[in-house]
């Protein structure tokens, strides 16, 4: 019976393996339909930003975003708190 439950679990991580793999791929596909300005879009707005904001990298996120037959660019900027920015 052991032998058949290793056989089984192999089974179970391959199938895991395989459904990885399809995210990373539709990942990959997506991001080829994204304009290649984007990444440089983002640098910039973080700098412009961060001389005025003390931001973290991960604070600036744009994303081109499908909105029936327009794309609409969504530019999402976490901000500090002010209070933990002060102390």
Known sequence: MGLFDFLK??????????????????????????????????RELLEVI?????????AVKVDLVKDGDHDVLDISVALPDERTATA
Not at 13 to 42: F, H, M, W
Not at 50 to 58: C, I, L, Q
């Open 9 to 42: 679990a192999k089974k179970d991580t391959a199938s895991i393996a395989k459904n990885r793999l399809q995210i990373l791929i539709a990942q990959e596909r997506s991001g080829r339909d994204a304009p290649d300005y984007l990444p440089l879009l983002q």
């Open 50 to 58: 961060r001389k005025y904001v003390s931001v973290d990298v991960d």
